[in-house]
């Protein structure tokens, strides 16, 4: 099936409005023998006359008024899907977006950035989603609008990324742990018994790498998949948890958390979305809200770790 031209119908809508070959030209910038093979395709594109003679001038068919509104109305519409996007009405603005993020991110950001949206945009929702593995398939079928997460990779072309944070690995154990006393030594944290969080199953990643050149090597008991159980099993027990230091600072509240005594591992955190949102107004100042919050709450002094318990109602230095 042969598609039709869709330019006929800004040069039907214009005849019909003049009733006029001539006229309608001078309004298209065509000249009157262009215009007239503009007629004779609509007149076999519908089937029908359109415009007829009627003495001098010319007057339309039933058919030509019958479709005159709604060729009005497409045409009105196919320049409003054409026009540039009117400029964002937060105040107005009614929409839900989805961030997919890892485990702790929601309690270190969400509060700010759940009031910071609240404020600019209050009938705009955000839907939390947490990522239980590592895969671009929701941010390309449109399941989130927003991730975060650790770029190990080069993307593929149709997903862009801004860096929000780099963040480094710490030490956490409970209040009473052996490692919460004295001087935290390479020989005494890898012989204390560990948890390891990954989502893959595996006993090894960052921390050991790290630690590897000392010669030493840390025994990993148990596996979980967040860092909100790996905290939860430390609080409760003599394991020692090593997770990203900003990430967790709600998570790790109440708990001694020790800077590392070899060279801490770092991860950089950046925000990813589909490039078919790139000039979205709306889903651009969320970006920029994320963004604005991440980096506002991880400045210099941001969760820094403490040789002493923060308490509960207490959060630890900035930095």
Known sequence: MVRPDLNLL??????????????????????????????????????????????????PTPRAVELRERVRRLVLEAEEV?????????????????LRSSDGFVERFGPELVAKVGRQAPGVRLRFVQKTRKDIGPLRDGGVDLETGVIEHALPPDVLSTLLFTDRFIGVVRSEHPLSTGKVTTARYAASRHVHVSRRGVTEGLVDEALRPTGRHREVVTVVDGFGAALALAKASDLVATVPERHTVNLRRGMHSFELPFPAPEVTVSLLWHVRLDADPAHRWLRECVAGVCRQETGPEAGRAVSSDPSPEEPGRRR
Request: net charge positive.
């Open 10 to 59: 800004v040069t039907l809508d214009v005849l019909l409005e003049e009733g006029s070959v001539t006229r309608a030209g001078e309004r298209l910038a065509l000249s009157p023998s262009a215009m007239s093979r503009a007629l004779a395709r609509l007149r076999r594109a519908t089937g029908d006359p359109l415009l007829v003679r009627a003495g001098r001038g010319l007057v």
């Open 82 to 98: 054409l026009r540039p996007a009117e400029t964002l009405d937060l105040a107005t603005l009614e929409r839900t977006f989805a």
